[in-house]
């Protein structure tokens, strides 16, 4: 990779309802790094600097760069990157995955070609669990699984073009792990069996095309009942009833809360979402976004 070229890796959407960390979607938010200088005088190093103002918390692309390095152990140039985020941090649009992928890229761009199988595994170890890792490296609609050896299985597919998401994220920010811990240890049967119904009923409407039991699939009992109590306006976001809006659900752990709606009536959706904030008097800012589709050996291959 040369000076100034670009990685870009797309925020998501995860869960969607019953898909608990399995489900996601890359959309059109990113993470972006450039590359600054290279110095081959401090092999293995990498300084950042923000486009903005810096990100509070862990600079989660060192740390997956440095994770890269570590494993697959081929020293590379030292580097100084210039990041940026459109993607809310602590909002639930997988901010911290998209950052972790394009540190993992970052290295696989300089060392040469790196494992696509490693760069996930390396992710979802980082992340703790799979969705938006697997949604941030692959793109499009991805679906995760977990081994008992720690390998990962993930396969992504294009998104109806047709679906467009309308995000309500609100003022406050929600960290992943206070969310975590809302959840229950175990699950009911029947409720056990209500999500896998609307999970797979969720892929096939998804494939077929028939959105009219978008809503219906979108359903879930394992984590958005529990969420409810700290995400401001999710039950009443999900009670909504509008001819525009075909199905709620919560963005990963929240606070990010999404409506899906056909392109053309993405303005109906995002009013009617909108109005639950206004009507509860949260501040809030509605993002129209739209799915990225399945990469195709992005960035993993050694650019010369």
């Not at 793109?139 to 396969?155: F, H, W």
């Amino acid at each position: 990779m040369h000076e100034h070229e670009e990685i870009a890796v797309p925020g998501s959407v995860s869960n969607l309802g019953p898909g608990f960390d399995a489900l996601s979607v890359a959309i059109d938010l990113h993470v972006r790094v450039r590359i600054l200088a290279l110095n081959s005088d401090a092999p293995d190093t990498i300084r950042t600097m923000f486009a903005d103002a810096p990100h509070p918390g862990d600079n989660r692309i060192e740390i997956g760069f440095r994770r890269a390095r570590a494993w697959f152990g081929r020293s590379v140039p030292g580097v100084c990157i210039e990041a940026a985020s459109d993607v809310p941090m602590k909002a639930g649009l997988g901010s911290s995955a998209a950052a972790t992928v394009a540190g993992l890229l970052l290295y696989g761009s300089l060392a040469g070609p790196c494992d696509t199988a490693d760069l996930l595994r390396l992710a979802c170890e980082l992340e703790g669990h799979p969705d938006n890792a697997s949604a941030a490296l692959l793109g499009g609609l991805t679906v995760s699984c977990v081994c008992e050896d720690g390998r990962v299985i993930a396969r992504a597919s294009a998104w109806p073009e047709t679906i467009q998401f309308v995000v309500a994220t609100p003022g406050s920010m929600l960290e992943t792990a206070r969310s975590r811990v809302a959840l229950a240890a175990q699950i009911p049967l029947p409720d056990a069996v209500f999500n896998l119904q609307r999970a797979l009923l969720l892929l096939q409407v998804l494939e077929s095309g028939d959105f009219g039991h978008l809503g219906e699939a979108l359903r879930d009992r394992w984590h958005q009942p529990a969420r409810s109590a700290l995400v401001p306006c999710l039950a009443e976001a999900l009670a909504i009833e509008h001819p525009a809006v075909l199905g709620v659900c919560l963005s990963g752990a929240g606070s990010s809360v999404v409506a899906l709606a056909r392109a053309e009536r993405t303005r109906e959706a995002a009013a009617a979402l909108s109005a639950v904030y206004e009507r509860l008097q949260v501040p809030h800012t509605i993002r129209i976004l739209r799915a990225q589709p399945p990469v195709r050996a992005r960035a993993l291959q050694h650019t010369t």
